[in-house]
T-cell receptor, first 115, second 109 residues
């Protein structure tokens, strides 16, 4: 079984719709992250969480919100989707105990298309 | 900002050696990762450098010079399966990891 899972894997939606992307992990890591990836721009951090009570904005948080429901679950919401949010979204986890060795383990990605 | 620069694309021949460079802003540096990403898949960890010098792991090696804000990933004995994007990622100020845009490597027979 995969350590980091994302649902859905693919989603097509319309402008203005509310969308939730979910991430679950069985690695027991405290830290979780949401990134989006666009061609030519690499991975950009949207939000991250270091434990259930901790939520932090990343580089590009506008238009997104997150919820850390439990240590193992971190969901990303688009309250009112717009076409420029079309991208590949990755969830990742890392181990707080690793300190600066912040190796991140990525989920398989969710391809979101906003029409 | 923490501009992380790497070439957009590279091409090399099967069996050859290729070096992918990465430059970054040095202020707040805490470590550097290289990840491999095949098209449509998740990035996977290749290497980590925090001290100056070369880290070798099989066919892959990674080098770091902190004073120059420079790293490279060296791939030896290239195989067709090495065709992928290679992402340079820098950890700043303990918590903030920034990714470069990635280098798409094509290995030709």
């Amino acid at each position: 079984d995969a350590d980091v899972t994302q649902t859905p894997r693919n989603r097509i939606t319309k402008t203005g719709k509310r969308i939730m992307l979910e991430c679950s992990q069985t690695k027991g890591h405290d830290r979780m992250y949401w990134y989006r990836q666009d061609p030519g721009l690499g991975l950009r951090l949207i939000y991250y969480s270091f434990d259930v009570k901790d939520i932090n904005k990343g580089e590009i948080s506008d238009g997104y919100s997150v919820s850390r429901q439990a240590q193992a679950k971190f969901s990303l919401s688009l309250e009112s989707a717009i076409p420029n949010q079309t991208a590949l979204y990755f969830c990742a986890t890392s181990d707080e105990l690793a300190g600066n060795y912040n190796e991140q383990f990525f989920g398989p990605g969710t391809r979101l298309t906003v029409l | 900002g923490q501009n992380i620069d790497q070439p957009t694309e590279m091409t090399a021949t099967e069996g050859a050696i290729v070096q992918i460079n990465c430059t970054y802003q040095t202020s707040g540096f805490n470590g550097l990762f290289w990840y491999q990403q095949h098209a449509g898949e998740a990035p996977t960890f290749l290497s980590y450098n925090v001290l100056d010098g070369l880290e070798e792991k099989g066919r892959f090696s990674s080098f770091l010079s902190r004073s120059k804000g420079y790293s490279y990933l060296l791939l030896k004995e290239l195989q067709m399966k090495d065709s992928a994007s290679y992402l340079c990622a820098v950890v700043y100020n303990n918590n903030d990891m920034r990714f470069g845009a990635g280098t798409r490597l094509t290995v030709k027979p």
